[in-house]
């Protein structure tokens, strides 16, 4: 194990590049854009309430239709199958944009060719349904009732909503309405039953995002941990398939991404190794670790902790640290020096939030990862 500085990837997009790119365009450009509109907390989350730490051994999804068991109803809210819209966001960082519509080059939708959300309008209890188009024309908008199922997709696709050429500090990329750019869906596995599987032709991220809840602040994060496995048949020449925890610091300028990520990466020279790295783009900090060589169609379980003093004493008030697993193996720690600021929920932006991503670094063939067994222990908040 050793760790090492790396540079930042070539082409770098700003807020201007996010806008332009439209709804998924801020999925693909928050690692380095300035994603600093702060999102209003998800409703279940009240002042008043108590908090307890979730025991760990529920699933937030396996892909097989366990996970996020409702103790109330004795229920899971995961689907067989399928990916729950209450459970998985694959669009992160449309806040930042004023019209939900996609107005920019690209759209997320699923395999009806429509985007579904549930959200609440202001000053209303119950979640409404909005269901969008490729294009992002709003096609109906109705009240979800209580108890009914979730719409759920079995494949999510990042596509071309219109033609357009579209200009960062890369160069020029020409989007071409009805291209599909990346997908997302389950597949069987005859050992594993469903597993994810996200694949992008796309320079930058792409990925599904932990909805349920959405924002988990530093404080109340304690796991997020996955089965993970690159295939022989990514083309790709360098890409990282990771967990991944993600916020903004708008306070240091210019208000870009502070990220942490354990995964999978495959160097241009065909090498694969597991890797974790804790990274603020504003100041340039980044800690790099290779957690050693991997196989390709080798499934490993990469796991980080976040630890306060509520976990270890021997950390200040002010202080956190990320630990670093690989099947089940600590392989490296880090303590980042913002952790102060990360602990302030008043001083973080976009987020902080969980995501399964596929990073392309070089525009060159297809990056495929694939997950399974998802696990997100936190802090909850329980009446």
């Given at each position: 194990?050793?760790?090492?500085?790396?540079?930042?990837?070539?082409?770098k997009?700003?807020?201007?590049?996010?806008?332009?790119?439209?709804?998924?365009?801020?999925?693909?450009?928050?690692l380095?854009?300035?994603?600093?509109?702060?999102?209003?907390?998800?409703?279940?989350y009240?002042?008043?309430?108590?908090?307890?730490?979730?025991?760990?051994?529920?699933?937030?999804?396996?892909?097989?239709g366990?996970?996020n068991l409702?103790?109330?109803?004795?229920?899971?809210?995961?689907?067989?199958?399928?990916?729950?819209?209450?459970?998985?966001?694959?669009?992160?960082?449309?806040e930042?944009?004023?019209?939900?519509?996609?107005?920019?080059?690209?759209?997320?939708?699923?395999?009806?060719?429509?985007?579904?959300?549930?959200?609440?309008?202001?000053?209303?209890?119950?979640?409404?349904?909005?269901?969008?188009d490729?294009?992002?024309?709003?096609?109906?908008?109705?009240?979800?009732?209580?108890?009914?199922?979730?719409?759920?997709s079995?494949?999510?696709?990042?596509?071309?909503?219109?033609?357009?050429?579209?200009?960062?500090?890369?160069?020029?990329?020409?989007i071409?309405?009805?291209?599909?750019?990346?997908?997302?869906?389950?597949?069987?596995?005859?050992?594993r039953?469903?597993?994810?599987?996200?694949?992008?032709?796309?320079?930058?991220?792409?990925?599904?995002?932990?909805?349920?809840?959405?924002?988990?602040?530093?404080?109340?994060?304690?796991r997020?941990?996955?089965?993970?496995?690159?295939?022989?048949?990514?083309?790709?020449?360098?890409?990282?398939?990771?967990?991944?925890?993600?916020?903004?610091?708008?306070?240091?300028?210019?208000?870009?991404?502070?990220?942490s990520?354990?995964?999978?990466?495959?160097?241009?020279?065909?090498?694969?190794?597991?890797?974790?790295?804790?990274?603020?783009?504003?100041?340039?900090?980044?800690?790099?670790?290779?957690?050693?060589?991997?196989?390709?169609?080798?499934?490993?379980?990469?796991?980080?902790?976040?630890?306060?003093?509520?976990?270890?004493?021997?950390?200040?008030?002010?202080?956190?640290?990320?630990e670093?697993?690989?099947?089940?193996?600590?392989?490296?720690?880090?303590?980042?020096?913002?952790?102060?600021?990360?602990?302030?929920?008043?001083?973080?932006?976009?987020?902080?939030?969980?995501?399964?991503?596929?990073?392309?670094?070089?525009a060159?063939?297809?990056?495929?990862?694939?997950?399974?067994?998802?696990?997100?222990?936190?802090?909850?908040?329980?009446?």
């Amino acid at each position: 194990m050793r760790r090492q500085e790396i540079p930042f990837p070539r082409g770098k997009l700003d807020r201007r590049d996010f806008l332009k790119l439209g709804l998924s365009g801020a999925a693909l450009a928050c690692l380095n854009g300035g994603c600093e509109t702060k999102s209003s907390p998800p409703s279940a989350y009240q002042s008043g309430e108590v908090y307890e730490l979730t025991d760990g051994r529920t699933l937030y999804d396996d892909f097989d239709g366990n996970g996020n068991l409702q103790t109330y109803g004795n229920q899971n809210l995961a689907e067989p199958g399928r990916m729950s819209s209450l459970l998985w966001d694959s669009s992160e960082g449309a806040e930042v944009v004023s019209d939900l519509g996609a107005t920019g080059l690209l759209t997320v939708v699923n395999e009806d060719g429509e985007r579904v959300e549930y959200r609440r309008r202001q000053g209303e209890s119950q979640e409404t349904q909005f269901v969008f188009d490729s294009e992002g024309r709003l096609l109906r908008a109705v009240p979800h009732i209580p108890g009914r199922l979730y719409h759920s997709s079995e494949r999510l696709v990042w596509v071309g909503a219109r033609t357009g050429q579209f200009d960062s500090q890369k160069g020029t990329l020409s989007i071409r309405k009805g291209n599909i750019y990346g997908h997302a869906e389950l597949q069987p596995s005859e050992t594993r039953g469903w597993v994810l599987k996200l694949t992008s032709s796309l320079p930058h991220l792409m990925g599904s995002a932990l909805a349920y809840p959405r924002e988990i602040a530093f404080s109340d994060f304690r796991r997020l941990s996955a089965d993970i496995m690159v295939p022989l048949t990514a083309t790709a020449r360098d890409f990282f398939g990771a967990l991944d925890f993600h916020t903004t610091i708008p306070e240091q300028p210019p208000g870009k991404s502070w990220v942490s990520d354990i995964g999978l990466h495959k160097y241009s020279n065909g090498e694969l190794y597991l890797f974790a790295q804790c990274w603020n783009v504003n100041a340039g900090n980044r800690s790099y670790f290779h957690l050693g060589k991997a196989k390709f169609n080798t499934w490993y379980n990469v796991r980080q902790d976040i630890l306060t003093r509520r976990e270890d004493p021997t950390l200040k008030d002010t202080e956190l640290r990320i630990e670093y697993y690989v099947n089940g193996a600590l392989k490296e720690t880090e303590m980042p020096p913002d952790s102060e600021i990360l602990l302030d929920p008043e001083r973080t932006g976009w987020g902080p939030v969980r995501l399964l991503i596929n990073y392309v670094v070089e525009a060159e063939g297809e990056g495929i990862v694939y997950f399974d067994n998802v696990m997100g222990v936190y802090r909850n908040r329980v009446k």
